[in-house]
């Protein structure tokens, strides 16, 4: 029979002064998983050594872009160590001689981004979004539509990217209509239409054109009414091989990712300032407008500058584009309106 040792829930901090709390000015990196035989009586810490690599490297894809991962990737053991804030042991087993867990890894955003600037890397917000993405796939010439589409229908067999939820559009017959009558000139021509209709408002499609063993694809997205466009070429010997088409889309899913990223940079060498103001007619308005924005990630700091009965003047020190900023706003439910260069924030609804 079997022996199963459960080694009860730990929590180790770090040496640091002050442990935030999860989601609040913090990177957090869950359900990294470490496996492997027992091999001599430090087993324990060489699985959380490697616990701590896999969840940096986790990290560094989901904020940076590929051209800068590879330099941050090599970071030695002590340094990814000394930009985590916590982690927590949430599951541990030993099996006779096999142990197995799953660790949660919190890393503090401001050791994260001292660390980025100094190396001359800029990160991306870490938020999860969705977008729908439609694959067109033209083999020879002859489009193949939905149900011969390999591509639309192994699209989301694996998760690659835990943060990005793909959703695929709908077979539709009028979209089909419209892609044979334009087969030749997709690249050229507005798309809109075949992603109009979801509810969804980021998408990206994709023009997979093969031919003569090379894979064209002319990728379309628009996330947040910013469209950009990217070509990406593939050369493909057997596109019936299912693992070249796995290893096709794992690269397209980063592509994708990658523009979202870019869209999304924050300049950490260059903080802006704001000024908004908001009204404190009602009873606590004035603390539930700063608990919205305590929540938006790209504010680094604030003040009351000025209030009185009727309003306040709240500074604020934030990272990135305005136009993130604004979009920011609207997810936490704040709306905002600009008159004579001056904000007016209120929460929504």
């Known amino acids: 029979m079997k022996k199963f040792i459960f080694l009860s829930l730990i929590i180790l901090f770090l040496n640091k002064t002050q442990n935030v709390s999860a989601g609040q000015n913090t990177f957090i990196v869950d359900n990294i998983i470490v496996t ?37 990737l090599s970071t030695d053991l002590s340094t990814i160590k000394s930009l985590a804030e916590n982690y927590k042991i949430m599951e541990e087993k030993l099996i006779e001689n096999n142990y197995s867990a799953k660790i949660q890894i919190t890393f503090k955003r401001k050791f994260v981004s001292d660390f980025l600037y100094k ?25 193949e539509v939905f149900s011969k ?48 209709n979801y509810e969804i408002k980021n998408s990206a499609i994709l023009i997979l054109r093969y031919d003569e063993k090379v894979l064209n694809v002319f990728l379309k997205t628009n996330f947040k009414n910013v469209k950009k466009l990217k070509k990406i070429e593939f050369n493909v010997k057997n596109l019936q091989d299912k693992k070249v088409r796995d290893g096709v889309i794992a690269s397209l899913k980063s592509s994708i990712h990658d523009l979202w990223k870019e869209q999304n940079l924050i300049d950490i060498s260059t903080p802006s300032y ?4 908001t009204s404190t007619k009602e009873a606590d308005s004035l ?9 938006i990630t790209l504010i680094t700091d604030y003040y009351v500058e000025e209030l009185d009965k009727d309003s306040a003047k709240i500074k604020i020190k934030y990272l990135g584009k305005i136009k993130n900023l604004q979009n920011s706003f609207i997810d936490n439910g704040i709306t905002f309106e600009i008159l004579n260069n001056e904000w007016q924030l209120t929460l929504a609804g």
């Open 149 to 196: 589409n390999r591509f639309f229908n192994e699209w989301n067999e694996s998760e690659d990217l835990h943060n990005i939820d793909f959703v695929l559009p709908i077979e539709n017959l009028d979209d089909i209509t419209f892609i044979k009558k334009n087969l030749s000139d997709l690249e050229e021509i507005d798309l809109s239409q075949l992603v109009d």
């Open 119 to 143: 190396r001359g890397v800029s990160y991306s917000e870490s938020e999860r979004f969705q977008t729908v993405v439609y694959p067109i796939l033209v083999l020879n010439s002859e489009l």
């Open 36 to 72: 492997g035989e027992v091999v001599n009586d430090n087993y324990r810490e060489n699985y959380i050594d490697i616990a701590f690599r896999k969840g940096f490297q986790k990290l560094v894809e989901n904020i940076l872009r590929i051209k800068d991962q590879k330099k941050i």
């Open 287 to 295: 603390g539930a407008i700063i608990k919205k924005i305590k929540k």
């Open 274 to 277: 704001l000024t908004i103001n």
